[in-house]
């Protein structure tokens, strides 16, 4: 059908939207903003029309439904209005309401948590005296919102672990000497505390002695071990509170290493501060810095990854760039020479990055997964136990889901729910119910249907679709958070959390 062409149709209202084609009525042919332009007869017709106005009064999102409203005007001649709703560029529905003005209401279900964006669309509409329509297709007005649901999350730090809930409260355990598990105190946690006086969390990143995490309004905080400014506070002060890394705002993601921290703007800028010793901020120097510098050179990064002397950043193009401690060529540059500034990863059409202790694990747009660096453990999964200055393959694996790389261990979360991990597995952090390293993934014992994993320095994490938490490996702090300090060769439940 023609844009701007007159058409009959049956419908029903729903959920206060006059939905074309529900309930057995019919369109003649389904109307899109891509169509023909109006011809002469429509354009007179929908001459002087507009949309006036168009709000959002309110939009929110909670396990995976999506709901909002709002309030349209449009002008003379126009007596009706045409609503498209998106979201992230998906049109999941679209409507018909009548008069000069009046209001809105969309919801849709199966929206993913995290950072979603809305858009409403409102066309003016033409009803004659017959019934019959006539969208004006060219003078529409949009309006859009980001609608935040934090994913719930369990991340894995050298000692410690912490949770996010859909509600953006977190909650850790573990190792606290120096602070990171942010309960005001340095005592060792063995279950879950909340993380003191932090509320609306987007997501988190744990260093060696050092928590982070993104806030939905675009801000960072930091607490824990403080010795080379990896807080961000532009000082050297260990907190054992959350406090604002300063001078950042709009950021999207955040990552952090053994005692540096990084971050990813909108603008797809990347900044760093903490320990330089290697190189690992990026900026040409070795000089520590206790607030936010930019990396010089970088753009259009859309993922950044944290080793432990070691940094990451995905470009939109595929490809990878990296800088800091080479010793072991898990910058994946053909040498083993340490780089102050990013240099270009041997790997293309790369989707996803982790950095370990001193490995490194990509996976590419074809799904396979590709790994560089130390691997006398076998944690670049390829069957040796060979250093690799350049990427090679992990076998018997492939399009995982989630993956995370640990001090000397890597872990994967695959499509059906199931978790492999290979490398060191002397605390039991493969999982498998042994002490053996794996040089190639073995699957993790008495685990299904989970949704994500992450490692630590020597023991992993999982969170299940039924909302509990699990952890095995190394317990020497409570870092498994199941009550005790013992180690655990098989996957344990996290005591008195879950996230639904």
């Known amino acids: 059908m023609k844009r701007g062409t007159r058409h009959s149709l049956a419908g029903v209202c729903l959920s206060g939207l006059f939905l074309w084609g529900a309930c057995g009525g ?7 903003p891509t169509e023909e332009p109006l011809g002469r007869a ?17 939009a929110s999102t909670y396990m995976g439904e999506l709901a909002s409203s709002g309030s349209w005007t449009v002008a003379s001649p126009a007596n009706a209005v045409r609503m498209e709703y998106y979201v992230d560029g998906v049109l999941r529905s679209y ?5 000069a003005s009046g209001t809105w209401y969309f919801s849709t279900t199966g929206v993913a948590c995290g950072a979603r964006t809305l858009l409403v669309k409102a066309y003016p509409m033409v009803i004659d005296s017959s019934g019959n329509r006539t969208v004006c297709m ?21 000692s410690h672990t912490v949770a996010q809930t859909r509600e953006g409260t977190l909650w850790a355990w573990g190792r606290n000497d ?64 959350p406090v604002r890394v300063v001078g950042l705002s709009n950021v999207v993601a955040i990552a952090a290493g053994a ?25 040409g120097t070795l000089t520590s810095r206790s607030a936010p510098a930019q990396v010089v050179g970088l753009s259009n990064i859309t993922a950044i990854a944290a ?52 490995h490194t694990v990509a996976k590419k747009q074809d799904g396979t997964l590709w790994a560089w660096g130390y691997n006398y453990y076998g944690q670049l999964g390829d069957g040796t136990t060979t250093d690799r200055v350049l990427p090679v393959q992990v076998v018997g694996l492939s399009n995982p889901s989630v993956f995370a790389a640990g001090d000397n261990h890597t872990v994967a979360l695959k499509q059906d729910g199931t978790v492999w991990a290979w490398g060191s597995n002397t605390n039991g952090q493969i999982g ?44 020497y702090s409570g870092e498994l958070g199941d009550g005790t300090t013992t180690s655990r060769l098989t996957p344990t439940p996290v005591a008195d959390l879950r996230l639904p």
């Not at 060219?138 to 999350?153: F, K, N, T, Y």
Request: hydrophobic share 35%; charged share 15%.
């Open 307 to 358: 080793g432990d002397w070691y940094m990451l950043a995905l470009k939109q193009d595929g490809t990878l760039w990296a800088w800091g401690n080479n010793g072991w060529g898990q910058l994946g540059d053909g040498t083993r020479t340490h780089r102050t500034r990013p240099v270009q990863v041997g790997i293309s059409n790369v989707t996803a990055i982790a950095a370990g202790f001193i």
């Open 178 to 241: 120096h602070g990171p598990v942010g309960d005001g105190t340095t005592t060792d946690r063995s279950r879950p505390v909340q993380v003191a006086g932090f509320s609306g969390s987007l997501t988190i990143a744990e260093g060696l002695w050092h928590t982070l995490a993104l806030k939905q309004d675009g801000t960072v905080w930091g607490w824990g071990g403080n010795d080379y400014g990896e807080v961000g506070d532009g000082t050297l002060t260990r907190r054992l509170t």
């Open 95 to 99: 409507g018909e309401r009548t008069g």
């Open 26 to 32: 019919g369109i003649e042919n389904e109307l899109t």
């Open 432 to 475: 498998d119910g042994t002490s053996t390293w794996r040089s190639t993934p073995v699957q993790v014992v008495g685990l299904g249907n989970v949704t994500t994993v992450d490692a630590g320095m020597a023991h992993t994490v999982a969170r299940r679709q039924d909302g509990t938490l699990w952890a095995w490996g190394a317990n």
């Open 259 to 283: 005692e540096h921290s990084m971050a990813l703007k909108q603008d797809g800028t990347v900044w760093t501060w903490g320990r330089n010793h290697y190189g690992e901020l990026g900026d």
């Open 42 to 58: 429509e354009s007179a017709m929908c001459s002087g029309t507009s949309v006036t106005a168009l709000s959002i009064s309110g």
């Open 138 to 158: 060219d003078s529409s007005r949009s309006l859009s919102q980001a609608v935040i649901e934090p994913c719930p999350l369990i991340t894995a730090g050298t």
